[in-house]
DNA sequence: ATTCGTGCAAACCATTTGCAACCAC
DNA sequence: GTGGTTGCAAATGGTTTGCACGAAT
């Protein structure tokens, strides 16, 4: 049994919850596939293996493993909200390519620093938070168009124009 | 006629898109009623203002505000999407309590000049950012339950555990 | 045996869109 | 005049939910 589910159904019975076989594949499939992944992606990835856990499970399940510290959750507006695996990785925070989507990882201790010390000041308890760069990778800045086309709704709705 | 609502008539005239009614209204109903709102207020206010501007073209005139750098727009699990006048406005971060979703605000120089280093180091090109930070601020900490009742959807669904 | 969890399909709700009338240019 | 804009209502699409059945304790 992997550290993650054993940390996972510790903390279901910890909270008076089962320890049911739909939890435990939805926690396997997210760890074992995905470094980054949107609903959509985990719930096909679930279909094609035959995995026999619905949709509604997985949108069930999905906040029971970011209160247990398993999963991270992001919203941007960018792209549609992603989770990724936590457990065992260093925190890290993401700069999203507003042209391909791609998702860079980037670490910085002052910044972590400098929040907390902001949130004493305040009085403020942090539970969790929430840094994006939103910008063009390296990649797509000498690229003329979008790789996947002209401007997707979402960008538009997003208001990112091009450079 | 107001600063923004001349920066906004003139970024429209040079894309090439028209200075009507309804945009003005919106822009002006922005500025003039809120320091952050969400769609449906600003939606509602309009409606009680009798100002006849749809729903609809609410959202197909946010966008542009947006682009033309008026309005700033956030993303949260936690509260649905807002978006501030951002015209004229020291640029700032937010703390959002997952309890009573009050949004403070806070500046730090520092982490903003920590970001540019950052992306200058991936070859990133920054076009915006978000820095939130999720927690419990210093009145709900010291209140039992929550002020609007306990847990409403969106904080179950983000995973937002009481401390 | 009891109670919680699941699948299914319907419900929800924010957002988008097709289209005919309208208005800025 | 005419092509971009708007309002309306219908469509969309991600997420939630009611309910009857199945499974964990």
Same mark, same amino acid.
């Not at 096909?44 to 493993?65: I, K, N």
């Not at 670490?107 to 929430?130: A, G, K, M, N, Y």
């Given at each position: 049994?992997?550290?993650?589910?054993?940390?996972?159904?510790?903390?279901?019975?910890?909270?008076?919850?089962?320890?049911?076989?739909?939890? %435990?594949? @939805?926690?396997?499939?997210a760890?074992?596939n #995905?470094?980054?992944? /949107? &609903?959509?992606? !985990?719930? $096909?990835?679930?279909?094609r293996?035959?995995?026999?856990?619905s949709?509604?499970t997985?949108?069930?399940t999905?906040?029971?493993?970011?209160?247990?510290?398993?999963?991270?959750?992001?919203?941007?507006?960018?792209?549609?909200?992603?989770y990724?695996?936590?457990?065992?990785?260093?925190?890290?925070?993401?700069? %999203?390519? @507003?042209?391909?989507?791609?998702?860079?990882? #980037?670490?910085?201790? /002052? &910044?972590?620093? !400098?929040? $907390?010390?902001?949130?004493?000041?305040?009085?403020?308890?942090?539970?969790s938070?929430?840094?994006?760069?939103?910008g063009?990778?390296?990649?797509?800045?000498?690229?003329?168009?979008a790789?996947?086309g002209?401007?997707?709704?979402?960008?538009?709705?997003l208001?990112?124009?091009?450079?």
């Amino acid at each position: 049994m992997s550290r993650p589910q054993r940390r996972f159904e510790d903390w279901l019975r910890e909270h008076g919850l089962r320890v049911t076989h739909a939890r %435990v594949v @939805v926690l396997e499939h997210a760890f074992r596939n #995905f470094r980054h992944f /949107e &609903i959509n992606e !985990l719930v $096909e990835s679930l279909e094609r293996h035959r995995a026999g856990v619905s949709r509604a499970t997985v949108y069930r399940t999905l906040p029971h493993l970011v209160r247990a510290g398993l999963l991270r959750r992001h919203d941007v507006g960018i792209r549609q909200t992603f989770y990724e695996p936590e457990y065992g990785r260093k925190h890290h925070e993401h700069m %999203v390519c @507003v042209r391909c989507g791609k998702i860079l990882e #980037f670490v910085d201790d /002052e &910044i972590e620093r !400098l929040q $907390e010390e902001i949130c004493q000041r305040h009085r403020f308890e942090p539970l969790s938070h929430t840094l994006q760069i939103q910008g063009v990778c390296r990649r797509c800045q000498t690229t003329a168009a979008a790789p996947g086309g002209p401007d997707p709704p979402a960008l538009r709705r997003l208001g990112a124009d091009g450079p």
